[in-house]
């Protein structure tokens, strides 16, 4: 969710949206986001998502929209500062043998730019996977013992079970909260791993 809506959100504020008071407090405000604790859009996700749409608790399409609203300022400025690296000049070529305002966008400059994309929403989807605190706030605290079957049904994120197990007496649970962490600690190293390597592979020196 957060890449196709913040991949657009960008490529309209950066080609589209005039430079006036207006687009200055989005921006701004974009840059702050970036930087809120993610309690606050767990928050945001209760108020919205479960008082006032009604979702059910512990429900992992709430689990996602929370964490997507989470990644979306990340995904927007990194997109807008791969778009500001595709020098001018590609743009004004491209309308000069007469290609359109999105011909240039679609077939030249999202293309070149696509390696900072692809870097910035996988560090965004790594700083979510290892969020605990929205999912608290929109009730992934419950003990599930069966795979959800929708969208809809409980269900539990590793950070939460991490949680929970590190917070049990029994000495059981120090084995699982370990081997949790590393599996998560795993997945962290395997999406920076991967952005860097997509960044050096597809990019492009002007």
Known sequence: VALPVGVAAAM???EFAPKNRWTDIIEVNINNLAAVPSIVFGLLG????????GMPRSA?????????????????IATRAAIKAVPPSIREAALGIGASKMQVITHHVLPLAMPGILTGT????????????????IGMVAFVVS????????????PVQIYMWAGAPERAFVERTSAAILILLAFLI?????AVIL???????W
């Open 122 to 137: 996988i560090i965004g989807m790594a700083r979510a996977l290892g969020e605990t605190a929205p999912l608290l706030l």
């Open 12 to 14: 309209y504020l950066e």
């Open 60 to 76: 992992p399409l709430v689990g996602g929209l929370v964490l997507a609203l989470m990644t979306l300022p990340v995904v927007i």
């Open 190 to 194: 395997v999406m920076n791993a991967a």
């Open 199 to 205: 960044r050096r592979k597809f990019e492009r020196r």
């Open 46 to 53: 209760l108020a919205i998502f479960l008082n006032t749409f």
């Open 147 to 158: 795979f959800p079957a929708t969208p809809f049904d409980p269900a539990t994120a590793l």
